[in-house]
């Protein structure tokens, strides 16, 4: 007698754990944030091989926005500018002299260089008076925020550039960099060698694994 084998159920494809998809998308998302906030709160001690480039402001400065005006594209400064991308300011008198032009040509060349992390920076230039050659400027320099800081608000921000907080900052003499939290950590003299700024701000993305 021949004995009926009975054909097994066609197999189902295993669904994937609802914990193992929160798994992943922690990894996606969450532990580069994590990194990025460890790295900052420890940003006088990151290893910059040999030595970094810029000078380190001990202790890092956070930051207090200002609305500030916006001359060139109307508006004014937000709030949360600063946050989630690394800032190159640059502070000058409204008649930009050649070291003024070529400090912004170096912040425009620094980001054009980081490539596909681009967005991960932004440029911020504080001008002492209406800015000269505005329609230049937007022309030549369409990813620069041109702020004005001549009136009391603007003074009690850029005071906060100042060396030891006290005395004036020094006009036209340093590009800043400020972190994605917000904090004044680094300066750059504009005579320095210009790759140097460039060299910081990849190895600081490479330490965050990027933003």
Same mark, same amino acid.
Not at 12 to 16: I, T, V
Not at 79 to 83: I, N, S
């Given at each position: 007698m021949t004995q009926t084998v009975e054909p097994l159920p066609p197999a189902? +494809? %295993? $669904? =994937?754990s609802p914990w193992l998809l929160i798994g992943i998308l922690a990894a996606v998302f969450v532990l580069p944030v994590v990194a990025a906030w460890l790295l900052y709160l420890n940003i006088n001690r990151v290893n910059f091989d040999t030595s970094q480039h810029g000078e380190f402001v001990t202790p890092a400065r956070l930051l207090h926005p200002a609305s500030l005006p916006l001359p060139l594209t109307g508006g004014t400064l937000a &709030? *949360? !500018?600063? %946050?989630s991308r690394y800032t190159l300011v640059y502070l000058s008198a409204a008649s930009c002299n050649p070291d003024c032009e070529e400090a912004l040509i170096l912040t425009r060349q620094t980001r054009l260089a980081l490539g596909r992390k681009i967005e991960s920076a932004q440029r911020l230039y504080l001008v002492l008076g209406a800015p000269a050659n505005p329609a230049r400027l937007l022309r030549e320099q @369409? *990813?620069?925020t041109v702020a004005e800081v001549? /009136? &009391?608000a603007g003074q009690d921000f850029i005071q906060q550039f100042s060396a030891d907080g006290? $005395? &004036?900052p020094a006009m /036209? =003499? !340093?590009i800043y960099l400020v972190d994605p939290r917000g904090y004044y950590v680094l300066r750059y003299p504009i005579q320095g @060698? +210009?790759?140097g700024l460039l060299k910081d701000l990849q190895h600081l993305l490479g330490q965050a694994g990027g933003l």
């Open positions: 189902h +494809p %295993r $669904s =994937k &709030p *949360d !500018y600063f %946050r @369409p *990813d620069l001549s /009136g &009391p006290h $005395s &004036p /036209g =003499k !340093y @060698p +210009p790759e």
